[in-house]
């Protein structure tokens, strides 16, 4: 029988563009090669799974018991761990991307299977049939891009930008501030050729620290000349034009919905994820981009940090942030000594934030502290908390 309770190793993700101290110095994960920390993984997804203390794979614990580790809705509802949850430290941005709905993932799958399209191709877009919408909850400051501006906010930053090569689309879209346009006036950037991408960089870049006549301009730039050291001719260069600039203060949340563009840039936070490696990307990247694909897929709605921002729900002992989709619900507890019970009613990983937690279901009972993790079994029913400290809780 398999334990219900056990603790986790999990996989640490060296991207190029991660931090080498954050992850170590937060949460007191060894990096003794000093490398860029970027993920620690804990979940079961192929390309970095967990695994209890004796080297077994939690995927193969599921696939032993699934009756017992998932339970019986979620065995039935997603044959596998639904959710992916990450600690993720970001020192240089990460790429511009946008995730596909479900429907779109679906649909995109099923397709690139049948063109007989290998699933690791460079131009291959849907890596699997399913949506990956995400929660990403700060634990340092935590700087992103996230959804579009609001349309006349991106005309004033684009004129304020002056660059010749775009007037014309931009004069399109002042006549007609809405979505429609706003979805054009997106293609004209995404497929400008060589040399009037290079022409436009060129123009953006010019007087970069001048030209700024608002706060937002101002900050949008500065975004623009640190995006320029790292990727000097990339489209990606206009995205902080159009898309908003977000900060989460330590302890607050974002949603990333499908279809909405989005890009870390710096900070280290807690990120939790629909299953799924389907990724299409927008910029900031040397990779493929597929700009049809890539705007079929997006929705070019505005949106504002009130929007994307979660409001969580507080009860004595937890915070609890809602989120619009079924595969994953994220909450972060404090515990005293006096304790508290959960029930489970699907599996659960339990990553400790702060201080200890010790975590006992009826058999057994396991100490955490700060970057430690658990997996419980649905089986388990029901656990205590108690110690002194702060634990994040993931299940669906
Ligand atoms: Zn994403």
């Given at each position: 029988m398999t334990d219900h309770l056990f603790?986790?190793?999990?996989?640490?993700?060296?991207?190029?563009?991660?931090?080498?101290?954050?992850?170590?110095?937060?949460?007191?994960?060894?990096?003794?090669?000093?490398?860029p920390q970027a993920e620690l993984w804990m979940g079961a997804h192929p390309n970095g799974c967990s695994k209890n203390q004796q080297g077994t794979l939690l995927s193969q614990i599921i696939d032993q018991d699934p009756a017992a580790v998932l339970g019986a809705y979620t065995q039935k509802r997603y044959s596998s761990l639904p959710f992916l949850l990450k600690i993720l430290a970001a020192e240089k941005p990460l790429s511009i991307q946008v995730h596909?709905?479900?429907?779109?993932?679906?649909?995109?799958?099923?397709l690139e299977n049948s063109q007989n399209i290998p699933v690791d191709a460079p131009d291959r877009n849907y890596k699997d049939a399913n949506h990956k919408p995400e929660l990403v909850y700060a634990v340092t400051f935590y700087q992103a891009m996230n959804g579009f501006r609001k349309i006349d906010e991106i005309i004033s930053l684009f004129e304020q930008a002056d660059c010749n090569t775009l007037a014309d689309a931009l004069k399109c879209l002042k006549e007609n501030p809405g979505e429609q346009h706003l979805q054009n006036f997106f293609a004209v950037i995404m497929n400008l050729n060589a040399s009037d991408k290079a022409q436009a960089i060129e123009e953006l870049i010019k007087n970069l620290d001048t030209k700024a006549q608002t706060h937002k301009?101002?900050?949008?730039?500065?975004?623009?000349?640190q995006f320029y050291q790292d990727y000097p001719g990339d489209i990606g260069l206009f995205s902080p034009l159009m898309l908003n600039i977000i900060e989460l203060a330590p302890g607050e949340a974002m949603f990333l919905d499908a279809q909405t563009p989005h890009a870390y840039i710096h900070g280290t936070g807690i990120e939790i994820m629909a299953s799924s490696d389907n990724v299409l990307r927008a910029g900031l990247t040397p990779k493929h981009i597929d700009v049809d694909?890539?705007?079929?897929?997006?929705?070019?709605?505005?949106?504002?940090?009130?929007?994307l921002k979660i409001q969580a729900q507080c009860f004595d002992h937890k915070k609890v942030f809602h989120v619009p989709v079924d595969d994953f619900n994220f909450e972060v507890?404090?515990?005293?000594?006096?304790?508290?019970?959960?029930?489970?009613?699907?599996?659960?990983?339990?990553?400790?934030?702060?201080?200890?937690?010790?975590?006992?279901?009826?058999?057994?009972s396991i100490k955490l502290q700060r970057g430690e993790s658990v997996f419980i079994c649905a089986a388990a029913h029901s656990y205590q908390c108690h110690g002194e400290g702060q634990f994040v809780r993931a299940f669906n």
């Open positions: 603790k986790l190793n999990n996989v640490i993700q060296n991207y190029a563009w991660g931090s080498d101290s954050s992850i170590h110095s937060l949460f007191n994960i060894p990096n003794p090669d000093q490398q596909p709905s479900k429907t779109m993932a679906e649909q995109g799958f099923k301009a101002k900050e949008a730039f500065q975004l623009v000349a694909e890539l705007i079929k897929n997006t929705k070019f709605q505005p949106s504002t940090f009130d929007d507890h404090s515990v005293t000594s006096e304790g508290h019970d959960e029930f489970v009613r699907s599996p659960e990983i339990l990553l400790c934030l702060a201080g200890n937690v010790t975590i006992s279901t009826a058999q057994q």
